[in-house]
C-alpha cells in the first residue's frame, strides 16, 4: 500500500480581477486544457489530496469561478470569498468554509491554505511551516511551481528540501508549465520537470559532510557506476582506519574510471572538479607525503584523533623513506619512533597527544592535558607541529 500523495500547488494573483489564460499543457505523453496548471497536474498524477495555498489577495475568486459549473451548493460562502478576493483580504475561514464545495466538484480532497506574502524571513518560514503541517512522514509529495508570487517557487522548492531531511518525504515531482514557451503552431505549452534538480542538493550535501569529517564514501551513492561506488566505500573505509595504503590502491586504480563516470553524468560532471580536488592525496608520490597530506586534511576538518595519527606515522615513514628502509617493517618504525621521541621535543609532544587521543591514555604533562581540554589550542598546536615537522 502506497503513503498518501500530496499535490501542492501555488495559487497567484492576476491584476485586475484577470484569470489564467487557459492552456493546452503536455505532460509526457498527455495533454490536459486548464486554466490553471495545477488543477491539469491533479488529472495526470491523481494525487491523494491537492493542497492549495497562496495569499490573502491571490486569485481565489478565479479559483471558485472555474469550480462554479456545478448545482452544488455554498452560493454565500462563494460570493463572500469572492469579494474579499477582489479587495486582497481573504481570510482562512473564507476558504475552510469552500472547501468542501472545491473538494467535491474536483473529486479529490481539496486544503485551501492562506500564507504570507513572504516579505521578512520570518514570512517565508511560516509559509514553509504551513506546509510542512500538511504533510505526513514519509508521504509522497508533488509540487507544482506555475503560479503564485515570483520568489515563490524559489519557496517551494527549498521546502521540497526541508520535507526530504526532516519528514523523510519522498519528492515525486516538481513541474512547472511553461506558458511563455507555448509552441506558436501546435498552441501546446510544455511542462518542466525540475525533479532532478534536487541532486545539486544532494551533491552539496554530500561535499559538506566530506568537508566536515571526510567520508568521501558518500558520493558511493550518488556516483551511477558500479564499480566506482563499491572503490569509494573501500577506500573511504579503509582511509578512516588508518589503511592509507589500501585506500591509495582503490583510488590509483580506478583513477581514470573515476573521471570518466564523472562526465557521463551532467549531475556529476557538474560536481567532478570539486570532488576531484579533494581527492589529491592520493596522487602524492611517497607514502609519508600521503599521510602528512591526510593529516592536514583531518586537521581542517577538525578530526583530531586521525589527524595526530596520521601526522606521527608520516614523520615516522619519512624517515625511514630518508633512509632508504623498508618503510612496512614494524620493528623499526618502533625504533624510529622511540628513538625521535628522545632526542625531538616536537615528536614527543605528538605522540603524546596521539595516545591521548587515540587510546584515552590520560597525559604526563599539564600542558599536553591542557591542550585536550581546549580545541582551539590544540588545533593551533597541531598546526605549528604540522609546519615543524612537514614543511
Keep these: 500500500m502506497q503513503p498518501p500523495h500530496t499535490l501542492v500547488s501555488f495559487l497567484g494573483k492576476v491584476v485586475n480581477g484577470g484569470n489564467y489564460r487557459t492552456a493546452t499543457y503536455q505532460i509526457e505523453q498527455q495533454q490536459y486544457t486548464q486554466s490553471f496548471f495545477g488543477l491539469a497536474l491533479a488529472q495526470h498524477i491523481k494525487p491523494s489530496n491537492l493542497l492549495i495555498i497562496g495569499t490573502s489577495g491571490s486569485m481565489w475568486d478565479a479559483l471558485i469561478e472555474h469550480t462554479a459549473d456545478s448545482d452544488i451548493g455554498y452560493e454565500s460562502e462563494r460570493l463572500a470569498l469572492m469579494q474579499a478576493a477582489e479587495q486582497n483580504n481573504v481570510s482562512q475561514t473564507q476558504l475552510d468554509a469552500i472547501e468542501p464545495f472545491v473538494s467535491a466538484k474536483l473529486g479529490v480532497d481539496v486544503q485551501l491554505e492562506l500564507i504570507p506574502y513572504g516579505l521578512t524571513i520570518e514570512e517565508q518560514l511560516h509559509t514553509v511551516s504551513i506546509l510542512a503541517s500538511h504533510i505526513q512522514k514519509g508521504q509522497l509529495v508533488t509540487l507544482d511551481l506555475t503560479h503564485g508570487l515570483r520568489h ?9 528540501i526541508y520535507l526530504q531531511k526532516a519528514k523523510a518525504v519522498t519528492i515525486k515531482g516538481i513541474y512547472s508549465g511553461a506558458l511563455d514557451m507555448t509552441d506558436p503552431n501546435t498552441k501546446i505549452t510544455p511542462v518542466l520537470n525540475l525533479t532532478g534538480l534536487l541532486n545539486i542538493n544532494n551533491w552539496s550535501n554530500a561535499l559538506s559532510i566530506y568537508d566536515y569529517n571526510g567520508d568521501y564514501g558518500i558520493f558511493a551513492s550518488l556516483i551511477e557506476q558500479p564499480q566506482i561506488s563499491k572503490a569509494l ?9 588508518s589503511q592509507s595504503e589500501q585506500a591509495r590502491q582503490q583510488l590509483s586504480s580506478n583513477d581514470a574510471l573515476l573521471k570518466d ?5 551532467p549531475m556529476s560532471a557538474l560536481f567532478a572538479e570539486a570532488l576531484l580536488e579533494r581527492l589529491t592525496w592520493y596522487k602524492k608520490p611517497t607514502r609519508g607525503e600521503r599521510e602528512a597530506q591526510l593529516a592536514w586534511q583531518y586537521l581542517e576538518t577538525n578530526d583530531f584523533a586521525r589527524s595526530a595519527i596520521y601526522a606521527f606515522e608520516a614523520y615516522i615513514t619519512r ?11 614494524y620493528d623499526l618504525r618502533k625504533q624510529v619512533s622511540d628513538q625521535q621521541a628522545k632526542e625531538s621535543n616536537d615528536i614527543r609532544m605528538l605522540r603524546s597527544i596521539r595516545n591521548g587521543l587515540a587510546h ?3 597525559p604526563n604533562s599539564k600542558s599536553i592535558q591542557q591542550l585536550m581540554n581546549d580545541e582551539n589550542k590544540l588545533k593551533s598546536t ?3 607541529l604540522y609546519k615543524t615537522l612537514f614543511e
Design 152 to 160: 515563490l517557487p524559489m519557496l517551494g522548492f527549498m521546502s521540497a
Design 233 to 241: 566505500k573501500i577506500a573511504s573505509f579503509a582511509q578512516r582506519t
Design 261 to 265: 563516470s564523472l562526465q557521463q553524468n
Design 319 to 329: 624517515q625511514l623513506e630518508k633512509d632508504r628502509q623498508d618503510i612496512h617493517n
Design 360 to 362: 584515552g591514555v590520560r
Design 382 to 384: 597541531l598546526f605549528q
